[in-house]
């Protein structure tokens, strides 16, 4: 049997249009949680990835993180407490942190050849890009991108191009989104091509971190240890810069589309689960776009009412679990909190450091019309969970804090979401798997 640091370790395969891959996985999860006797399991924790380009990455995070975990394991859990985990593994583009940066980054400062401030992408860019996302769309089409890398000379000359550009790219992806007012997804799709481009020309800079952190726009090139850009921004214009960022956009609404597929289901496997053993603590942890599969498990068909929801830097938006958050409408995952879906907290962390999941929200803030030139706070109508937290519920819905230090103790409240301010320990998007956070994982499970 595999295991992660003396935890038992069970992989489960999801496709792109959420199928178990594999229905043997879920037979010898159910074969797992159903054996008495003094080994018998309590707690299963399910976590999933975010971007991930294969499963040894995905392997490697679930390694990091659960490996601090078991530790404090060995140290809390009363012995009657016995724990397992399924790590789900689904295709997911992956990106760097820096291209994440809702501009491109630093890394794509470098091929700018000292253009400064304000100039233009290359073309050699925008067409590297397309060829990076060839396989990464659900109708990817070789002759489409080979027609779009064609016309990226055109953009600057020609409103058809720039038309037939942004048509080429919308008609590999997914033609009916999910959700369509969290991230501007309707308006995005069906925005005429050139005036989607035009939206999108400006340069974007992220939301100025507060006094006392760094701030401001960093040197070209200066990027941290978890290969972001420290503090900086896109400082990119002009109309293949505008095409850069759709793509961008395109990639993360594919993503999240198939976020929520993989959800459904991880929903179905975990019915499966949850029907051999009702007393089973299922304790469901998602890191990124993983954290939207998780939701969309908790707020699919079968009622799975696990006992704590982690969300680790989670790439839907900030105002997911809101009710009428714009005066009409309801976040997406609204009711996991109004029809209270979770038995126990919901643990959130958030901070200024994750410029990553930032990445489709000041773009559609530009969609809808918005034309400023930073975006992403927890005040912008369109927002990253990762990067502000669960905003705009009821005071009776949420409790704020801080990720504490490894020997921090936490008091949740059933029912409630918590955001923690993980300024601290967490230095970027990726930067999930320390120990203070798995303390967070380890005291939300109730050890």
């Not at 809702?102 to 890394?107: F, K, L």
């Not at 489409?144 to 409103?159: G, I, P």
């Not at 927002?383 to 230090?405: F, M």
């Amino acid at each position: 049997m595999d295991a992660i640091a003396g935890i038992p370790f069970f992989p489960l395969e999801i496709d792109k249009t959420g199928k178990v891959f594999n229905s043997s996985q879920v037979d010898a999860i159910v074969a797992a949680v159903s054996q008495s006797g003094p080994g018998k399991l309590t707690d299963l924790f399910v976590v999933s990835h975010g971007w991930n380009n294969d499963m040894a990455d995905a392997r490697q995070l679930y390694d990091g993180l659960f490996g601090n975990v078991a530790g404090l394991l060995q140290n809390r859990a009363p012995a009657a407490r016995k724990f397992a985990i399924v790590g789900v593994f689904w295709p997911s583009k992956k990106f760097t942190d820096a291209e994440l940066i809702p501009a491109g980054g630093a890394a794509s400062l470098g091929m700018a050849a000292g253009g400064g401030a304000g100039a233009d992408l290359p073309a050699s860019a925008v067409k590297a890009k397309l060829d990076s996302l060839q396989g990464v769309f659900d109708k990817s089409d070789p002759a489409a991108f080979a027609k779009a890398k064609q016309l990226v000379d055109q953009l600057d000359n020609s409103t058809q191009a720039q038309r037939d550009f942004v048509d080429l790219i919308r008609g590999m992806l997914p033609a009916h989104p999910q959700d369509k007012t969290d991230d501007a997804s309707d308006k995005f799709l069906s925005m005429k091509g050139d005036d989607l481009l035009d939206k999108f020309r400006l340069a974007v800079i992220p939301t100025a971190q507060p006094a006392g952190d760094s701030g401001g726009v960093a040197a070209l090139g200066d990027l941290d240890a978890q290969g972001q850009a420290a503090g900086f921004g896109d400082l990119f214009s002009g109309i293949k810069a505008a095409a850069n960022r759709l793509l961008n956009f395109s990639t993360y609404y594919q993503m999240k589309e198939r976020a929520g597929l993989v959800g459904n289901g991880l929903n179905g496997a975990l019915q499966s689960i949850r029907n051999a053993r009702t007393d089973l603590a299922l304790h469901l942890i998602g890191h990124s776009f993983g954290a939207r599969v998780v939701t969309a498990a908790v707020d699919g068909a079968a009622a799975l009412k696990p006992k704590s929801l982690t969300l680790l830097q989670g790439a839907f938006s900030h105002n997911g679990f809101t009710g009428h958050f714009d005066g009409t409408h309801d976040g997406f995952f609204r009711k996991v909190m109004s029809a209270t879906k979770v038995a126990g907290p919901i643990a959130v962390t958030h901070t200024v450091n994750d410029k990553a999941v930032g990445l489709a929200y000041p773009l559609a803030s530009r969609i809808s019309g918005d034309n400023a030139s930073a975006f992403g706070d927890e005040n912008d109508v369109f927002g990253g969970l990762g990067r502000n937290g669960a905003v705009k519920l009821q005071t009776n819905e949420h409790i704020d804090g801080r990720l504490l230090a490894t020997n921090g103790q936490y008091q949740f409240t059933s029912g409630k979401i918590h955001n923690f301010n993980a300024d601290q320990f967490i230095s970027g998007h990726s930067d999930i798997t320390g120990q203070q956070v798995a303390n967070l994982v380890v005291a939300a499970a109730g050890v």
